[in-house]
């Protein structure tokens, strides 16, 4: 249900940028739908052959099959572009570059990342913010229509301009990541990564092969954010970029720091923390914090053998744990 929300989201955002709409640049204005406009499944599918891909077509390969590992890479990018939308002092939104584009990744055998990319309302000098949303397996379109980025979606399902977009200071990038998540995809199943080795090292390929696209951004100083279960990919991607800057790894990162929001990191540690929180802030009793507090030995229990075994267990441990959380919510919301 929520990828085929998060596919009527995407829908309706390509329909905008591929059809007449016409507004005033400010954050009330509306993009309005034009009433002849093509269905947005035919729209998705311009952009997506447009960027000389076709992800329907890929057909899923056996992890026995014997694929060639195609170190090259290559990005295909396409400008997003909004008609007659302009700013009644300086610029139109077409002068802002935005883009859309999937990367092909290097030491895969068939992965692609899709990315969104909004320059800066302010300069080109801005900082490069990369948002990473968590889950794992969440896509970054919730961030960008939903949070932080240029664009909301309004009641009436147009799009509003966001006056605390993090576009108006700084030139930011969505990733879908890791590979399979929202329209990022393989057609193999190798290409799925299962630690934050492998997801930061996919992150760092596809920064190089952005900044070989893009040079005039290379020089930018570059943060690295996202919240949730980003809480573990943005400290293993920041040491990447850190240590392919020591070794000379193709194009230096201007790496200033990174922040993580509301971040999943060490849940052994966190979860015990949640009823400290609760009690402390006045939305649990002492009495409550005690029986709350009961359950956390069986959810550090949980916690380690998702740590020694996985697969089944951390689901486990997921449901376990959740209890104490849930708990808290449950007295808070009375």
């Known amino acids: 249900m929520k990828k085929n929300l998060l596919l009527?989201?995407?829908?309706?955002?390509?329909l905008i940028?591929?059809?007449s709409a016409t507004s005033k640049f400010s954050h009330r204005s509306h993009l309005q739908l034009p009433s002849n406009s093509n269905s947005p499944r035919s729209q998705a599918e311009k952009l997506i052959r447009s960027l000389n891909l076709f992800p329907k077509d890929a057909q899923p390969q056996s992890i026995n099959e014997s694929v060639t590992v195609d170190d090259t890479s290559k990005i295909f990018e396409k400008?997003?572009?909004?008609?007659?939308?302009?700013?009644?002092t300086s610029f139109t939104v077409e002068d802002?570059?935005?883009?859309?584009?999937?990367?092909?990744?290097a030491h895969s055998h068939a992965a692609r990342l899709f990315y969104f990319f909004f320059e800066s309302r302010t300069s080109k000098k801005d900082p490069i913010v990369?948002?990473?949303?968590?889950?794992?397996?969440?896509?970054?379109?919730l961030?960008?229509?939903?949070?932080?980025?240029?664009f909301q979606i309004g009641d009436d399902l147009s799009l509003v301009w966001n006056e605390y977009g993090w576009d108006q200071a700084s030139n930011l990038l969505y990733v879908d990541q890791p590979t399979g998540t929202g329209f990022s995809y393989s057609s193999d199943s190798r290409d799925l990564r299962h630690n934050e080795e492998g997801v930061s090292n996919d992150l760092y390929d596809f920064l190089q092969a952005f900044f070989a696209e893009h040079p005039e951004f290379a020089e930018n100083d570059f943060f690295i954010t996202g919240e949730s279960y980003a809480g573990h990919y943005i400290p293993a991607f920041a040491a990447r970029v850190h240590k392919g800057n020591k070794a000379k790894e193709g194009i230096h990162i201007n790496l200033k720091g990174f922040a993580i929001g509301n971040g999943l990191t060490d849940p052994a540690i966190q979860y015990k923390a949640y009823t400290d929180f609760a009690l402390d802030n006045g939305l649990i009793k002492e009495s409550q914090y005690k029986t709350i507090n009961k359950l956390l030995p069986a959810c550090?229990?949980?916690i380690k053998l998702c740590g020694t075994n996985g697969k089944i267990t951390c689901l486990a441990s997921y449901l376990v744990c959740n209890v104490v959380f849930s708990s808290i919510l449950g007295i808070a919301v009375l």
């Open 143 to 150: 961030a960008l229509f939903y949070e932080n980025g240029p």
């Open 96 to 105: 802002l570059g935005h883009r859309a584009g999937y990367y092909k990744l």
């Open 8 to 14: 009527c989201f995407f829908s309706f955002f390509l």
């Open 130 to 141: 990369i948002w990473l949303t968590g889950g794992p397996g969440c896509s970054s379109e």
């Open 17 to 19: 940028n591929f059809t």
């Open 79 to 88: 400008p997003l572009k909004f008609p007659n939308l302009i700013d009644n």
């Open 300 to 302: 550090e229990l949980a």
